[in-house]
């Protein structure tokens, strides 16, 4: 069905929070998917976005979802992981680190995953990457677990992987700390170490704290697009079917854009910044650190169906 300039019957405004800055490539692809959802509807369906973190950081944007005052937001890690952190089990240190195994993983696993969202209240319109996480930091490298200790290092409140590596590394005392707090530690100097990928610590201004990167990928971020369920079951199905049409377009952009450009920043990262490559013996110590963080979040954190289910796909 043809559905290209249909015009709706209700006007439709979806309000829609991001950490993205409305330059970045993820604001670039949202605007394009702005104008396509306006055009398609003739002027019916204005997405609304809120840049910047505006509504607070992704926790904060899931909680704004559940209470109506969002209709949807881009997500990473954290915001997923508060409404099902069985989903953070593709975000293990060590288990993904190319792409496409992660993409295998997820496409076997969505099912699940979508299933559980909606149960509790969430609708996923598209699933995506943040990058491939690199060890950044400021006057050191870190080439091997202990160079962590004593460090002044963060983990993001929900996160039930990182506390878990820290304590196993031991003399680790992170802070917990949400994402728009991060720039100001890192330029007071209370944080001197972040594993980001290199596109997010460009575009949110972390990497011009920050002087050392290593080469090697702990691991791949994920990220979605997600809707109040409520909220898109309330939309008339001729805006619907603009929406999901659009959105599928948008995300598959998305993806291979942030693919894209994350490849590109780390480029230009290293292009300015000491960079270094992990020995045989570094990478094999991270290894063995990885392993016992899984061992230790399986049947705890991660359903030993689930967990088993992903790292199938290694």
């Given at each position: ?131 491939r996480a690199h060890t950044m930091s400021k006057g050191f490298a870190v080439r091997v677990p202990s160079d962590v200790k004593h460090r002044r290092t963060f983990y993001l409140p929900g996160d039930p992987i990182a506390p878990v590596v820290f304590s196993l590394i031991g ?97 230009r990262l290293e292009g300015r910044m000491t960079h270094y490559a992990l020995a045989p013996s570094e990478k094999a110590e991270w290894e063995k650190l990885f392993v016992e963080t899984a061992r230790r979040l399986r049947g705890s954190v991660f359903d030993a169906a689930t ?8």
């Amino acid at each position: 069905m043809a559905i290209a300039g249909a015009a709706l019957a209700d006007p439709t405004t979806l309000k829609i929070g991001t950490l993205a800055p409305p330059d970045s490539p993820w604001g670039h692809v949202f605007k394009v998917w702005k104008r396509a959802a306006a055009e398609r509807s003739s002027g019916a369906i204005d997405l609304q976005f809120f840049w910047n973190g505006q509504q607070g950081d992704d926790r904060a944007m899931v909680a704004k979802i559940r209470t109506g005052q969002l209709d949807g937001a881009t997500l990473a890690g954290a915001g997923l992981g508060e409404i099902d952190r069985q989903v953070l089990v593709l975000q293990l240190p060590g288990l993904f680190r190319e792409r496409s195994k992660l993409d295998a993983a997820r496409a076997d696993m969505r099912g699940r995953f979508d299933a559980s969202f909606e149960r509790q209240g969430f609708r996923v319109l598209g699933w995506g990457d943040v990058g491939r996480a690199h060890t950044m930091s400021k006057g050191f490298a870190v080439r091997v677990p202990s160079d962590v200790k004593h460090r002044r290092t963060f983990y993001l409140p929900g996160d039930p992987i990182a506390p878990v590596v820290f304590s196993l590394i031991g003399d680790v005392t992170p802070r917990q700390i949400a994402v728009p707090e991060i720039l100001p530690g890192l330029t007071s100097g209370s944080i001197d170490l972040v594993t980001a990928p290199p596109l997010v610590a460009e575009q949110l201004q972390w990497a011009s704290r920050l002087d050392t990167i290593g080469e090697d990928v702990a691991g791949i971020g994920i990220g979605a697009l997600v809707f109040s369920n409520a909220r898109w079951s309330a939309v008339p199905a001729d805006a619907k079917a603009i929406l999901a049409e659009t959105g599928r377009v948008a995300s598959e952009a998305l993806t291979r854009r942030i693919r894209a450009e994350d490849d590109a920043a780390l480029v230009r990262l290293e292009g300015r910044m000491t960079h270094y490559a992990l020995a045989p013996s570094e990478k094999a110590e991270w290894e063995k650190l990885f392993v016992e963080t899984a061992r230790r979040l399986r049947g705890s954190v991660f359903d030993a169906a689930t967990f088993d289910e992903a790292v199938r796909h290694r």
